[in-house]
């Protein structure tokens, strides 16, 4: 009886294992047939919705200057806020972390945020109308009025 020390045995096995890994490949034939995409329909708008969005990245780009209107800054940056607004705090945090390794300024994210919420509520219904004021709020996040952070409500004191 021959005993196989156990290096013999598992370089076997390996071998074994490849070469019925590399069945399969064989099994095809030397014809294969390129495989078959979906074709993609393009809706009418689609072209529109692209051209939208460029327009809005290079409309921030002139408006802002500097890193809040970067590409990324606004895309994430808008992102942020859109989800803050629908109270999905989890996902807006995981943004806000891309949004910090990107270099863009944390406090456009508040200020924009805050002028979402000084607005007031809309219709909620529309999904265009949150997009259309976080971007708004995104190019001019200032209130109009000129109220500045003296002319808010005043903090309450610190709890202890």
């Known amino acids: 009886m021959m005993v196989f020390p156990p290096r013999v045995v598992t370089a076997v096995l390996c071998a074994a294992a490849l070469s019925l890994s590399a069945v399969p490949a064989f099994a ?7 495989a078959e995409q979906p074709q993609q329909q393009q809706q009418p708008g ?4 692209n051209t939208q969005k460029i327009d809005e990245l290079a409309e921030a780009a002139k408006t802002l200057g ?4 970067n590409a990324e800054c606004v895309w994430l940056g808008r992102r942020v806020v859109s989800l803050l607004w629908r109270d999905d705090l989890d996902t807006a945090f995981r943004h806000l972390d891309l ?6 300024p944390a406090n456009h994210i508040q200020a924009t945020f805050r002028c979402v919420v000084r607005h007031g509520p809309f219709d909620t219904k ?8 976080v971007h708004a709020c995104w190019l001019s996040p200032d209130p109009p009025n000129g ?3 003296a002319a808010t409500t005043a903090r309450s004191p610190a709890r202890r």
């Open 46 to 49: 689609d072209g529109a919705k």
């Open 147 to 149: 109220e500045g952070p």
């Open 66 to 69: 500097g890193p809040a209107g």
């Open 28 to 34: 095809q034939g030397g014809e294969q047939k390129p």
């Open 99 to 104: 949004y910090d390794r990107f270099g863009c």
């Open 126 to 133: 529309s999904p265009e109308s949150l997009n259309g004021r």
